[in-house]
């Protein structure tokens, strides 16, 4: 979901640094790295996005299917952590040199990084989190995109709030999103959809804060639709938007949480639109441990997986409203509910 765009400078020097690092490494195995290490453990390489791991969301959960598989699937596991987009294919580089199995990038805005290492190190696995391969340049055969349904859970999370705005005679939601970018606007599109279908009057504000680590931004933008009458604010903007659920906080409004089962936060939380990116992380590790790496093609997770799912709700909500969204949950699973948005004008 998040990330920093690569602009065409940044990514022609880090092309550059690519084609200096060489060849070395290019096949997927154990054995001895460009580091001199030798293990008899597969090892697979997490490249985080610029927001590092402490976000509470997106990144951490990517670390937790990481370390997941380290304890049950026996390999070892590293992270390459990126600092800026810079960073992205000099760490998609060493882990390839470094012989790992797959290299998993996390995030939207590696797409352009992943097709250049993936053009120039044909043998090894590599995934991307948030990316379809089929729009990667070049479409390597030997990247795997890892795509969710975000629209499905930003559905059921704005058909909550819409029954909650309907109920008290409220009418106004909003939501922030780090950028506007395809996997953001299908969590808002979903979000906004569902709210209407609940509550066909509900006022829709939304804003884009351009950043996914400065939570002050977040917040700025979450305080500007409340006091334009939002009484629940949807996250949707990474380590960032816990700055809206701050907002939350401090208005005594509900906010809504992204990726992670956000509940903890605090009572303001109303719930979380949750995508497993840990079990995403996971499942592609298992796949090339078994030989079943499908290169070319995409991870698709949705309701019906389990790939997404709303997290805890507050226990404040009405029992009646919790069992409203849980019958659509079911509906949108079995295909009665279809043709989701996944674009915001």
Same mark, same amino acid.
């Given at each position: 979901m998040k990330g920093r765009t690569l602009g065409a400078g940044a990514f022609l020097g880090a092309t550059v640094a690519i084609l200096a690092a060489g060849c070395g490494g290019g096949s997927a195995?154990?054995?001895?790295?460009?580091?001199?290490?030798?293990?008899?453990?597969? !090892? @697979?390489?997490? @490249? &985080?996005?610029?927001?590092? $791991?402490? #976000?509470?969301? =997106?990144?951490? $959960?990517?670390?937790?299917? $990481?370390?997941?598989?380290?304890?049950?699937?026996?390999? #070892?596991?590293? /992270?390459?952590?990126?600092?800026?987009?810079?960073?992205?294919?000099?760490?998609?580089?060493?882990?390839?040199?470094?012989?790992? @199995?797959?290299?998993?990038?996390?995030?939207?805005?590696?797409?352009?990084?992943?097709?250049?290492?993936?053009?120039?190190?044909?043998? &090894?696995?590599?995934?991307?989190?948030?990316?379809?391969?089929? &729009? $990667?340049?070049?479409?390597?055969?030997?990247?795997?995109?890892?795509? =969710?349904?975000?629209?499905? /859970?930003?559905?059921?999370?704005?058909? !909550?709030?819409?029954?909650?705005?309907?109920?008290?005679?409220?009418? &106004?939601?909003?939501?922030?999103?780090?950028?506007?970018?395809?996997? /953001? #606007?299908?969590?808002?599109?979903?979000?906004?959809?569902?709210?209407?279908?609940?509550?066909?009057? @509900?006022?829709?504000?939304?804003a884009y804060s351009q950043d996914w680590v400065d939570q002050t931004k977040c917040k700025v933008a979450a305080l500007d639709e409340i006091a334009q009458g939002a009484n629940i604010v949807f996250q949707v903007a990474g380590g960032c938007g816990l700055g809206v659920l701050d907002a939350a906080k401090e208005k005594q409004v509900w906010g809504i949480g992204v990726d992670a089962d956000q509940s903890y936060l605090g009572p303001q939380v109303l719930t979380s639109a949750m995508k497993r990116v840990d079990n995403s992380v996971y499942d592609a590790i298992q796949q090339v441990l078994t030989g079943k790496f499908h290169g070319g093609t995409n991870l698709v997770f949705s309701l019906v997986n389990e790939g997404v799912g709303l997290g805890k709700i507050s226990p404040t909500v009405p029992k009646a409203d919790v069992l409203k969204v849980q019958a659509i949950a079911k509906q949108i699973a079995a295909g009665t509910i279809s043709a989701i948005p996944t674009t915001v004008p």
């Open positions: 195995g154990t054995g001895t790295d460009a580091a001199g290490r030798s293990s008899a453990k597969p !090892l @697979v390489v997490l @490249v &985080t996005d610029a927001g590092q $791991l402490n #976000d509470h969301g =997106f990144n951490q $959960l990517a670390y937790d299917g $990481l370390k997941r598989a380290q304890r049950r699937l026996g390999i #070892d596991g590293e /992270v390459y952590q990126s600092n800026s987009a810079q960073d992205y294919i000099p760490n998609l580089a060493r882990a390839a040199q470094n012989h790992a @199995v797959l290299v998993i990038s996390v995030g939207f805005d590696q797409a352009n990084a992943i097709a250049a290492a993936a053009k120039k190190f044909p043998k &090894t696995h590599f995934a991307i989190i948030d990316v379809d391969q089929a &729009t $990667l340049p070049g479409k390597p055969k030997n990247v795997e995109g890892i795509v =969710f349904r975000e629209q499905e /859970v930003g559905y059921l999370a704005g058909y !909550l709030s819409g029954l909650l705005e309907n109920r008290k005679g409220a009418n &106004t939601i909003g939501s922030v999103g780090g950028q506007k970018q395809p996997p /953001v #606007d299908r969590y808002i599109a979903g979000y906004q959809a569902g709210a209407r279908k609940a509550d066909p009057g @509900v006022k829709l504000l939304n």
